[in-house]
């Protein structure tokens, strides 16, 4: 496998299916423009699946797990026991992401590439054992190189089981207590920013716990940011997490394969931000479910010029805001579809 299979060449968007689906929205039964931000959705999947009336019968949902170093540090409200937990409840059906996938009828994959625990495989999840979690960032590196690159790759493999599969599009979920402090570490490095700018309160930590987290990611980047603002592949191995890498992995390789990801909260964003910097050819290939309640996600989404399509005040991850928008996904590519043309309905079109 190539050394750095990440700086392929993305596949082109097909501009020609574009050109269809501008000049078929132009003849529906409505004023142009009316059905507002739904139109260029339709379009924007039109150029990305490569036909002029696109649809999207399989999301793909893929959720990985990782454990943090940095919880240590005291940065998240809740135990770090509780993301293999999890693991548990999202193959038994309890968890948000689990309800969601059920409800859309989508194919749920949970995939832990390195948790805290007590190692036994857990039924109907991939099981990568990178290590018991990342190292604490605020001492030296997250991940060793090895780590690093095996998280990417498990990624990608995760992204070609979803071509393969004629998935529509994917969604990358993420579980991995810490993981927002992870992420606003790498999002400042990515984007030279101080922490500040993307520390917020996770899982619910109050002001206090919020500017201790702000103080343990400033010391992080003191440590890391003169290497890590030099090189995306770097800030990920020092700042990021298992989880994050094997996102960034994954969204690389559905870019190489030409399959449109629907990218999720803060967490998602970052690592979709770094699968950028990696391979900008990526950026055409994502559409933003939501704009997540953590502060931060808002400069990662303005850094990627992404327009999210919900805004409902959500802060969970685990892909559970891109999955929300499949239905409007859905609903926008029937409407381009099955809407009857001007002619078709003999109804007089606005004079030119
Ligand atoms: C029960 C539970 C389920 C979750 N599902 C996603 N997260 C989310 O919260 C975590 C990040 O927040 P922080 O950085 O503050 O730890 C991640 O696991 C993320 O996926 C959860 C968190 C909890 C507690
Ligand atoms: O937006 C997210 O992805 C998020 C926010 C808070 C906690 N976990 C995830």
Known sequence: MNEQWWLAPCQPIDHVARQKAEQRQARLTKPTGALGRLEQLAIDLAALQGRECPHLEQPWI????????????????????????????????????????????ARLEVIDLGTAGDGEPLGGVHSYGLGPGTANFTRGPA?????????????????????????????????????????????????????????????????AAVAHKQRVIDSALLLHQQVASQDPLEALRRLGGFEIAALSGAFVSCALHGLPVLVDGFIATVAALCAVQLNPGVRPWLLFGHRSAEPGHTYVLQALKG???????????????????????????????GMATFAEAHVSDRPT
């Open 143 to 207: 991940m060793t190189d090895e780590q690093c690159r095996a998280a990417l790759a498990a990624g990608r493999a995760s992204a070609e089981r979803a071509h393969q599969a004629r998935a529509g599009v994917y969604i990358g979920g993420e579980m991995g207590i810490g993981n927002t402090t992870a992420a606003a570490a790498l999002g400042c490095a990515l984007l030279d920013l101080p922490a500040l700018a993307l520390t917020g309160a996770g899982t619910g930590l109050n002001a």
């Open 307 to 337: 327009e999210p399509l919900l805004d409902l005040g959500l802060r969970l991850g685990e892909g559970s805001g891109a999955a929300l928008a499949v239905p409007l996904l859905r609903l926008a590519c029937s409407l381009h579809g």
């Open 62 to 105: 893929a959720v990985f797990a990782g454990d943090h170093g940095v919880v240590e540090e005291g940065v998240s409200a809740y135990p770090q026991a509780v993301t293999r937990q999890m693991l548990h409840n999202f193959v038994a059906g309890g968890a948000a992401i689990s309800v969601l996938a059920h409800q859309l009828q």
